[in-house]
Every structure is written in C-alpha cells, then in structure tokens.
C-alpha cells in the first residue's frame, strides 16, 4: 500500500496547496491512504471545524495535530465526534478527543494512525514513548499496518523515539518544525523514518509566516503579531509503501511541490 503523509499545512495557502494538488499526488504515486498533520491550517495556528472539513473533503483520510490543537474554540467538541481527528495521545487523561485509532482502507484492509507530542521544548506531558507503546498496543489487535505522528521539536527526541518503534510500526513521521530534513530511511527492522516531512505552505517566510514581524521578534525581543505569509506555496510530503499484511515499510520517499501565487 502507499501511503501519502503531508506536513504541517500552515493557513489557507496551504489549505489551497492541499486542494489543488491532492489528487494528482493520489493519481502520481497511487495513493491510497493519506495523512496530514493540520495544527496550523486555520491562521497559521490551530485548527477550525470548518478549516478541517475542508482538508477532509479535499481527499485527506486523517488529520493528526499537535500541541495548538485546542487553540480555537469549537474544535473541543469537532474533535469529540469526528474520528478522522486525532489530538496527541499523550494529553493528560480526560483531554477530549482521540490520540489513536483504525481506519479502513479501499483494498488494503486497516490502517492504525497513532498521534504523540513531544516533550523537549515543550509543554510537559506524558512520555511519548510509553504513550506509543500503549497506543501500539491498544491498535495490534485489529491492525499490522500503524503509522505514527511524532510531532516533537528536538531533533534527538524524533530519531530516538523512531529507533524506540522501529519493527513495530510500518512508520515514524516527524513533524512540528516545519522544515524538510534530509534524513528519510528505512530503519533496520522495517520502520519507515523521516525526522520532519516539512511544510506545507509560503515558501518565502519564517515557517509560514511573514518575515519582517518574526524578524522585529528576535531582533527585539518583543511580541509581535504573526501572519501567514503570501507568495509561491511548496507542499512537502513523503510516500511510504508499507506491505499491509506485516505492517514492514518498502521505501519512503520525499515529495516537495511548488505552487505559484498565481496558479
């Protein structure tokens, strides 16, 4: 089966990104199942019901997030009732929502998607790898085929935790900063790994937003107002074939389109 994982979509230039090429991606690399983490679709940050209905109608399976999952208001309960929404599952206990499940697929039976955050640089949670582990868990029963969402800021926390599930998961995306590394492999025992799939939204920007006020920020060190930047889109992504029936990746590859302002 091959897989397509979309990284971090950043406001509606990504939102549009994902709309106008989806399908081609699907039709390209004969997609049949596809993830995108949406954190930051609506505004830059967070994620809206209505900014997630329209990824979800655009082709896309599942929507993992991360920690600005809650940043609107409304998503509480979106999250409750939709179940191709996942929240990280180390949220304490009692947060709303799921942070991993099973999906089915056209031809190649169940999919498990499983969401974590990290915890160097960030807020502090459960550990993500005992978390992992009990997510894998809780999805062994009813699927071989699990993929899962590290969406973490350090470096060395990601490739750690992709070390810690290699054979047990067919594959181990980082997302959250926004930049595509270089690193994508095939671990030894069968894990699909890519430190961070990327962005997907302004090229021309600091991760999405635009320059001059991120710039003032660090120059000053005073708050600015953050906005998603204009201008050319590059949606960046990666292709995992996975072998349904043991859940072992065959290759991943790295996928980045540019999109013109004017397209």
Request: proline residues 6%.
């Amino acid at each position: 089966m091959n897989l397509l994982f979309i990284g971090d979509i950043v406001g509606r230039p990504g939102r549009a990104a994902v709309r106008a090429r989806l399908p081609e991606l699907i039709s390209r690399y004969q997609i049949e199942f596809t993830i995108a983490n949406g954190e930051n679709a609506a505004g830059g940050l967070g994620i809206t019901p209505s900014v997630a209905e329209d990824l979800l109608s655009a082709g896309v399976d599942v929507l993992t997030t991360g920690n600005h999952v809650w940043r609107h208001r409304g998503f509480v309960e979106f999250a409750e009732a939709e179940a191709r929404v996942l929240r990280p599952l180390n949220f304490p206990p009692g947060t709303p929502g799921r942070g991993a499940d099973v999906y089915m697929t056209p031809h190649s039976g169940p999919v498990g998607v499983l969401n974590v955050v990290g915890r160097v640089f960030m807020d502090p949670l459960e550990c993500p790898f005992r978390a992992a582990d009990r997510g894998i868990e809780s999805l062994r029963g009813r699927t071989n085929l699990i993929v899962v969402d590290i969406h973490a800021e350090a470096s060395s926390e990601k490739v750690a935790l992709g070390w810690h599930l290699d054979g047990r998961v067919g594959a181990a995306i980082g997302t959250h900063t926004h930049i595509q590394t270089a690193d994508e492999r095939l671990l030894p025992n069968g894990t699909a790994y890519i430190t961070d799939v990327g962005m997907t939204g302004p090229r021309d920007s600091v991760i999405g937003m635009r320059r001059e006020p991120v710039i003032q920020r660090f120059l000053t060190g005073m708050p600015t107002r953050f906005e998603v930047a204009t201008g050319p889109v590059i949606l960046s992504a990666v292709v995992v074939a996975i072998d349904a029936e043991t859940g072992r990746a065959h290759s991943i590859e790295r996928v980045v389109e540019l999109i013109e302002a004017n397209e």
